[in-house]
């Protein structure tokens, strides 16, 4: 199996691999779960194979930086990574989403701007990324605008609608937040983010307690974890 080459093996050029796809998939997965060893030692792996981009192995290299808490290392990566290639899409949204975790908004903006043009057709994840960094520097008037660039198939998805509910609800429509978030409760009314936006909403509008909201998305909660 391709996966399970060891790096000696790879050295040796005992195998010859032609598409790295699998394994950026099997690092992104170790990521995912936080196992830093194996995703290390797949990311070994890529690099020894040769076949990687400056823009791609930059990228991965911020990526596993950003997952050991190594901001500053990320950020330097995804700059090599745009240094290399200023359109690499990856690169461009990942130092978004860092400036975003790190509350550098003024740098997030641009970045995600960068992404969400340089995506075509447009996306969901390009467009939340860009919509979160312009709701997290005020910006409402130009989040809602960007959210309209979607089609009405994307733009009624779950996402882009709690993005709806987050700027009517910023900019104090919390009527119309509401009666989005009552409609995304009748199409996932076991989604705990959703019923604790309801619970927010129920408190400022002191229409009703909002307690059983935040205990109904706790259990919930509590019942995936221990699935897991």
Known sequence: MLL??????????????????????????????????????SLEILQ???????????????LYARSKGDSAKAEDEFLAALSSNPEFVPAV??????YIGQGRYKEAVPAAR???????PKTIAATMLYVTALLDSAQIGEALEVL???????RSQRDPQLAYAACFRQSGR??????????????????PTVIRIKADLEGELGDSDPLPFYQEALSITTKYRDWE
């Open 114 to 120: 960068k992404a969400f043009k340089l995506v075509n």
């Open 4 to 41: 399970e080459l060891t790096l000696a093996e790879l050295k040796l050029g005992q195998f010859f691999i032609m598409n790295t796809d699998e394994l950026e998939t099997k690092f992104a997965k170790h990521l995912l779960v936080s196992d830093l060893e194996s995703a290390a030692r």
């Open 174 to 191: 919390y009527s119309e937040a509401k009666a989005i978030i009552n409609r995304l409760l009748t199409q996932y009314p076991q989604d």
């Open 48 to 62: 020894a194979t040769g076949q990687l981009s400056a823009e791609r192995e930059h990228n991965l290299r911020g």
């Open 148 to 154: 309209e660039c979607l089609p009405e198939a994307k």
């Open 93 to 98: 949204s990942n130092l978004a989403a860092l």
